[in-house]
């Protein structure tokens, strides 16, 4: 069984990567949600509240797509996507929430904190909060706050305090550690919804298992739709969740190529990027060990990506495992790729994807021409793309819409006069 | 167990109603300025001095430590620094130094090496926050060879069992965490403190330090009979930061003269 890599012999470790390297008294926490998380594991009636509320709230199953026009466009392979774009708050990470969120009710707990990059996460956590009553607070890098404004705006509405951090280098991984030291003092009415497989255990193993609904549902459907598995399967890889939730029912099939694709930025010899198993070294950081970037004597470095959700430092450590043992294998898209990639994806299929997903799909167009007509290729679509309305513009450099900036600023200037 | 440093304390202890640990965050506001804070403490006569390895990370420390971490690497704090200015410290000072810091830079720098280069520039031992127990075991082998002490941290959310195997792994002395949250916050004394203090002392007889969130005399005059030391860090450095470095010593006068 897939899932037996979560048996393991030293609880919370993958080969070499994992652990719960955390402030001693955190340590209560962590064991009231490790046993919180076993026993629901083993409820059946929790996953049948699980999968009722990701059907009824969430749309899922979601579907899997073929794109011929991308397809033929491309050339090679024909391209199939996973349309995680069509969950609630359109991404792949409502299906994490809303399970942390159903776990926080067995606990009893009335306040959830979560860390955001590109905000998506911290959507879907202010979305559940919202249908579950609870209160929520949203740990924001002061940067990302910047680049991601719109969801900034919508977790507010949904009632979420967004705390912008402006410790370190402001984004994904600053905003983890401020939400890890509100946790440590807030953590008898509060839980910490991590939104990816990185941190202390049990947050690899308890985000892969809500996330694998993702690679579940693709295997079935696309053995529906093509009578056979993909030759090859791609996702983006900043902390890792869409792809550990792809990738991990597929495990066992051997003829399936599992490919995690990280954010390259300007290119890795520029050293703006977030291309964790090129440049990266095994530390212990934020919890847990993994591939970190970092410099010779472990002090994390800057990162940097087009996409905000993929600019973290370090790596689930699930992936970093099946990395060293060779199952699944990494390569990066740019900044410039993923760009040319958006466009490419729009104007041929009418999809307008999240610019962290379309690392995956810049990864696959890169080599999927190079395969046969009569390859199979699916992408994991894990997010829809409105989020990015003002950094796709400004990096299509289009006209119109700078106009339009102007125009509201003006606006907004007379009316503040 | 018994070592150098629990005897030094004890012996310390004959003297002083309660003894005085305090803190500084090597690289900031810069070298001069810990070298400075160090004198002002060996004129306080002042027990133990931590001295803090600056970490990108620090996430068991609250917004003004984690910005002194930020800005001591900025400063260009690296282990050489680091270690160069322990091992002045050393040879200057009476009081015992200890590196507090976090545990990536022990597993790149490697436990055997991180060990060695302690003993060699003077060091009496460590403390690790982000350490589990659990995953320990050889880098307390080698403290032992080094005579090292890694300090072992206590908290009021420990069950009685888990407590009762950080005591029995403690050396040196025993780190008490006040209360939950990262450093920095106020800590109100109350009798849950000491109940807390209490239910450390029954699994150890170690001397216990307690931090977190303490900051003036009256703290440790409370502290008394109940912890055998004060650990001041946060309150001493927003002192130098705000008020600079007269009332810096007038504040390490006033946490002194409560010791005795």
């Known amino acids: 069984m897939w899932s037996d890599i979560f048996q393991t012999e030293k609880p919370g470790y993958f080969g070499q990567f994992g652990g719960m390297f955390i402030p001693e008294i955190l340590r209560a926490t962590f064991e009231e949600l490790i046993e919180a998380f076993e026993s629901a594991k083993t409820d059946p009636s929790f996953w049948t509240e699980y999968v009722q509320t990701m059907q009824s709230y969430s749309c899922r199953p979601t579907p899997i797509t073929y794109l011929p026009n991308l397809s033929k466009k491309n050339g090679g392979a024909q391209i199939y996507c996973k349309r995680e774009d069509l969950n609630q708050t359109g991404a792949h ?54 680049r991601q404004r719109p969801n900034v705006f919508w977790m507010e509405q949904l009632g979420a305090e967004v705390v912008a951090v402006t410790e370190g280098s402001a984004t994904l991984k600053d905003a983890i550690n401020a939400a890890m030291r509100d946790w440590s003092a807030s953590m008898d009415d509060t839980h910490y919804a991590l939104g990816t497989v990185c941190g202390p255990h049990p947050f690899p193993t308890m985000v892969s298992y809500f996330q694998s609904l993702i690679g579940q549902e ?46 390259g930025g300007h290119g890795v010899e520029s050293g703006a990027h977030a291309v964790r198993f090129s440049g990266g070294h095994i530390g212990v950081a934020q919890g847990y060990k993994t591939y970190f970037l970092q410099n010779p004597e472990g002090q994390m470095m800057h990162t940097h990506s087009i996409a905000a959700g993929l600019d973290y430092v370090g790596v689930g450590p699930i992936l970093s495992h099946l990395h060293d043992e060779g199952k699944v294998r990494f390569s990066f898209a740019t900044d410039k790729e993923v760009i040319d990639a958006v466009r ?17 799909l810049a990864g696959l167009l890169r080599e999927s021409s190079e395969m046969d007509e009569e390859d199979i290729v699916v992408f994991n679509l894990s997010g829809r793309g409105d989020k990015d309305i003002f950094n796709i513009a400004e990096a299509l450099d289009d006209p119109k819409w700078r106009e339009f900036i102007h125009q509201k600023s003006n606006e907004y200037r007379k009316a503040s006069n | 167990m018994s070592s150098k440093l629990s005897e030094y ?83 200057k000072f009476d009081f015992p130094l200890l590196l507090i810091g976090y545990y990536n830079s022990v597993f790149v720098m490697g436990h055997r090496s991180f060990c060695s280069r302690l003993a060699e520039h003077g060091a009496s031992g460590y403390l690790l926050p982000d350490l589990p127990l659990e ?35 403690g050396s040196g002395f025993l780190y008490c965490v006040a209360r939950k949250g990262v450093t920095g916050a106020v800590t109100k004394i109350d009798p849950m403190v000491f ?20 900051s003036n005399g009256a703290d440790l005059n409370h502290l008394q009979g109940h912890a055998d030391i004060a650990v001041i860090g946060s309150a001493l450095l927003k002192t130098w930061e705000e008020k600079g470095p007269e009332a810096y010593r007038n504040h390490l006068n006033e946490l002194a003269e409560a010791t005795t």
């Open chain 1, 218 to 263: 693709s295997r079935e459907q696309i053995l529906e739709l093509t009578g056979r598995l993909p030759d090859r399967i791609y996702a983006c890889v900043g902390g890792g969740s869409n792809a550990s939730g792809l990738f991990l029912p597929f495990l066992e099939d051997e003829g399936v190529e599992l490919v995690g694709v990280e954010a």
């Open chain 2, 135 to 169: 995953e320990m075991e050889d880098l307390h082998e080698l403290s032992k060879e080094h005579q090292l002490n890694p300090i072992m941290m206590c908290t009021p959310t420990q069950k009685d069992t888990r407590l009762q195997s950080i005591c029995a792994n």
């Open chain 2, 9 to 91: 304390l004890r012996n310390r202890l004959k003297e002083k109603k309660i003894l005085l640990m305090t803190h500084t965050v090597v690289g900031y506001p810069s070298l001069e300025d810990n070298w400075q804070m160090l004198e002002e403490m060996q004129v306080a006569n002042v027990d133990m001095v931590e001295l803090q390895m600056p970490f990108s990370e620090p996430i068991a420390d609250g917004p003004l430590f984690v910005k002194a971490n930020q800005e001591a690497l900025k400063n260009g704090i690296d282990w050489n620094a680091y270690f160069d200015f322990m091992r002045r410290a050393h040879k």
């Open chain 2, 195 to 214: 109940e807390f203090l209490k239910r450390c002392r029954r699994y150890s007889d170690l001397p216990l330090a307690l931090g977190f969130g303490l």
């Open chain 1, 344 to 360: 490419l994806l729009i104007r041929t299929e009418g999809l307008i994807p999240a610019l962290e997903s379309t690392h995956g």
């Open chain 1, 93 to 146: 990470k409502a299906n994490n929430v809303m399970g942390q969120g159903l776990l926080v009710k067995r606990m009893g707990k009335s306040r959830v904190i979560a860390e955001t990059g590109a905000g998506q996460h911290g959507v879907a956590t202010a979305t559940m909060a919202a249908r579950f009553g609870l209160e929520c607070t949203i740990y924001m890098g002061a940067l990302d706050v910047e």
